[in-house]
């Protein structure tokens, strides 16, 4: 017997003496308990957060895509051997629990020729921790997107411009879910500032006269969409504010 385990030792290499494995279970035990006291100082941490949030009367979301961009951004700049992948995908996740921890944020979805894809990489950009509710037009995802604490991901269509209604109102388009071809799938959209837009590229209706002037004054502003007079245009994160 004891010649056959040489044996396979020698086929295996090293096996790994038990102490060492039980020494290094219980590292990971340890760090798991630290990361779980981490986690939870960060949530109460955005609940307090929240309590400021409760005082700003501007209508906004508690969502701050913004802030969730940079801090993403940093982490991922520190990072040694954890991918971007990685720290964005836990990151997210953990961004979403704070936020509905701070107040009940669902996800409206509205897409008829791509929905599976949609909702997946919708997923993927905002964490999977919000009830995520499916209507049938674009008009009710907005309606839900004005009324209540609601992020809308809508399927973009040249056949049914819903995007003009962003015109004038208090619901900014802060991201765009792409195909892996670059066709442009879906337009993120909720009440979410100015400020709160993360850095990068930024969507703003215009008329075809305003992209004109904007153009003749030397801006960034990439037409993606159109619908009669209206434009809905890519544009530099300053120019779009302006
Ligand atoms: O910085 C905030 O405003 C927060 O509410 C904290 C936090 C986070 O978890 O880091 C949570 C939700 C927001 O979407 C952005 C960031």
Known sequence: MPQILGLTRLV?????????????RAQIDRLDHELLDLIEQR???????????ANDTSGTLRFRPRRE?????RLIDRAEHASSALVTHVWRELMGHCLQAQARTDLVLCASRSPHTLKERVRERLGRA??????ATPEEALDLARRREVVAAIEYSPLTPWWTALR????????????ESGRLLAIIVGRVGPDDVAEGPSLRVLTEGELEIRRARGETVEPIAASGELRLCLTSQGEANR
């Open 12 to 24: 295996r290499g090293p096996a790994p003496v038990p102490s060492d494995l039980e020494a290094l």
């Open 43 to 53: 949530l109460n941490a955005c609940i307090a957060i929240a309590g400021l949030k």
């Open 69 to 73: 961009t940079e801090v993403i951004g």
């Open 130 to 135: 919000a009830h995520a509710q499916w209507v």
């Open 168 to 179: 004038h109102s208090n619901l900014a388009a802060f991201d765009l879910i792409r195909e």
